[in-house]
């Protein structure tokens, strides 16, 4: 097993993982690791980056098995992804049991969103029993999958080709315990994924920081337009022209990457581009009422404005798709196919009005 990505454990994992490996028999291809099942400050800084920058894509364990506690042939098995905050979740929740951990190559990607891509699937899981030798590490042939990951794994075909059957448990980690105290039986609260207003405030960062990301090269975009006069671009000119329209930016990315998911239950509609519209379009209305029609001396810039910031925030919150348990691949398709049209158009339409707005300031129209 490789030390680099085992670095991402806490340091008593990594010794026990990467420096001392336990072995079961004599086989070489039986030898596993051991991981500690409380988090360390690591974890939690781990946790808190991957929430709100691009380092979750980073952030991976080796695939392959591990044990938590002082598991034997009849203890239970659990699969997860080698998305290391997935894991860390799966061994927190496995606390006081001793059990095994089945860690599939989903290239870095929590369960739900990889079993939708196929990675946490039915060949990566036959595989991974087949290459740890998990028939000669438990005598049980179960094996517990979580039932994020239903969507992409076969039991059927998984108990034809290795033995193993399948137990889809429950949606959260945190129900392990008292799934395995029912006897394997799920309550309906266990099959349920509520995705509450806390679970979408965590998810948000993520949603405002690539957004942000575009924010200067909009700026400057925006500066350039308003400032730029026959005689070269005027600073005056862009600060006061453009300033409006870099405050209804951020209040679109405000409202389409923190607002929309926070409210998203209580918005009307099922579309997300039309939830993200509506709030767009309303967010745009209040800001305008603190802006003086006279300050353009025109509607112009206006109209371009209440045209493309509330587009704007629908565009923002529809990438909150992925995020969520409310949509499905083929709805998402659905509505991307109707809302880039729309979002190219009303780009245009802005950029078309300001344009004109530019050359009647020039007296050429």
Request: some cysteine; proline content about 6%; glycine content about 8%.
């Amino acid at each position: 097993m490789g030390i680099e990505k085992l670095s991402f454990l806490p340091p008593t994992a990594v010794k026990k993982a990467a420096g001392q490996p336990v072995a079961l028999g004599d086989s070489p291809r039986r030898v596993f690791s051991k991981v500690e099942p409380d988090w360390t400050w690591k974890d939690y800084w781990g946790e808190i980056k991957c929430r709100v920058s691009s380092f979750r894509m980073r952030y991976t364990v080796n695939p392959g098995l591990y044990a938590v506690g002082e598991p034997d042939e009849a203890s239970d098995v659990f699969v997860t992804a080698n998305y290391k905050l997935s894991f860390d979740i799966l061994r927190r929740e496995l606390r006081g049991l001793n059990a095994w951990i089945i860690v599939l190559d989903t290239k870095g990607i929590n369960v739900w969103c990889a079993a939708g891509k196929g990675t946490f699937g039915t060949n990566e899981l036959i595989n991974r029993i087949k290459e740890t030798n998990l028939h000669n590490v438990v005598t049980r042939r179960r094996i517990i999958i979580p039932q994020l990951g239903a969507v992409g794994v076969n039991a059927r075909i998984v108990q034809q080709r290795t033995g193993f059957r399948v137990y889809f448990g429950p949606a959260h980690a945190k129900d392990i315990s008292a799934y395995i105290r029912a006897g394997y039986i799920k309550t309906p609260e266990m099959r349920l994924v509520r995705f509450n207003m806390l679970d979408r405030l965590v998810l948000t960062p993520m949603e405002i920081n690539p957004a942000m990301k575009k924010f200067p090269l909009f700026g400057l975009i925006v500066l350039i337009l308003f400032g730029i006069q026959p005689s070269g671009i005027l600073f005056k000119d862009a600060w006061e022209g453009g300033l409006p329209f870099l405050i209804l930016g951020l209040m679109s990315v405000f409202i389409g990457a923190f607002i929309t998911p926070l409210l998203l239950p209580f918005i009307p509609f099922r579309s997300f581009a039309v939830k993200g519209w509506l709030t767009g379009v309303i967010a745009v209305f209040a800001l305008m009422k603190g802006i003086e029609l006279s300050y353009y001396k025109s509607l112009l810039p206006l109209a371009a404005a209440y045209i493309f910031f509330p587009f704007a925030s629908s565009y923002i919150a529809l990438q909150f798709t992925g995020s969520t348990t409310f949509t499905s691949m083929s709805g998402v398709k659905k509505e991307l196919k109707i809302g880039v049209p729309v979002y190219l158009t009303a780009t245009a339409l802005s950029l078309l009005i300001l344009i004109i707005y530019k050359l009647s300031q020039w007296g050429i129209i």
